[in-house]
């Protein structure tokens, strides 16, 4: 796999706790992004970032932010988890106009 | 909302079969990927065939785009067992760098 590292990869909690993903490459890609994945809906963009301190909100952001303090990692939070959140979250990294590389994503449950 | 939206939903045939995939897309477009998921996986990027191009070749891989159809095909010829997953195809959307999946084609190859 093309360096890249999600963490924790399985994940049971509760309404209302607040949850951060972490998203970890070692490829030194610009781009790094954060999907979630869901029966009838596909892969759905949730954030993205296109440096340190750069993010930009993608088609299903409400609920959701992220941070990237350095080059290597990319962290999603969910503030006050709801059960519309419990989904497969993937996170990918890329270079300018290249494809994606994904990391083999984070099932979460929000019970 | 989806860039693209695959055709048919699922496919089910046997090994040494062709399989096709289509993809039809909204906007205009630079180029447009195919992905690989196994079940249980992240994605994987298969073939980028770029606007200018009508037809792309990868091993078992044959990719066609139709810009003036907003339509491309993922071919896999000789299908394997191993090529069960679902397939999706993805292109940036209006120039951004934010790359949007269509649904997917989920592909069964029976021994």
């Known amino acids: 796999d093309a360096g890249i590292t999600q963490s924790p990869r399985h994940k049971v909690t509760e309404t209302g706790t607040p949850v951060t993903l972490r998203c970890h490459q070692t490829e030194n890609h610009r781009y790094m992004y954060w999907y979630r994945q869901d029966p009838g809906h596909g892969l759905r963009l949730i954030h993205y970032?296109?440096?340190?301190?750069?993010?930009d909100k993608g088609e299903v952001s409400d609920g959701y932010s992220v941070s990237r303090s350095k080059t290597e990692d990319f962290l999603l939070t969910l503030e006050s988890a709801t059960s519309s959140q419990t989904s497969v979250y993937f996170c990918a990294i890329s270079d300018d106009g290249q494809p994606q590389h994904f990391g083999d994503g984070t099932r979460l449950s929000i019970l | 909302s989806q860039q693209g939206e695959e055709d048919p939903q699922a496919l089910s045939i046997q090994e040494g079969e062709n399989a096709t995939m289509n993809c039809s897309y909204k906007?205009?477009?630079?180029?447009l990927q195919w992905y690989r998921q196994n079940s249980g996986r992240g994605l994987v990027h298969l073939i980028l065939?770029?606007?200018?191009?009508r037809e792309k070749h990868s091993g078992r891989l044959r990719v066609t785009l139709d810009t003036s159809k907003k339509s491309s095909s993922l071919l896999i010829t000789a299908s394997r067992a191993a090529d069960t997953a679902s397939y999706f195809c993805a292109s940036y959307q209006g120039g951004s760098e934010k790359l949007v999946f269509g649904k997917g084609t989920k592909l069964t190859v029976n021994p």
């Open positions: 906007t205009s477009i630079n180029n």
């Open positions: 970032s296109y440096g340190v301190k750069d993010t």
């Open positions: 065939i770029r606007s200018n191009e």
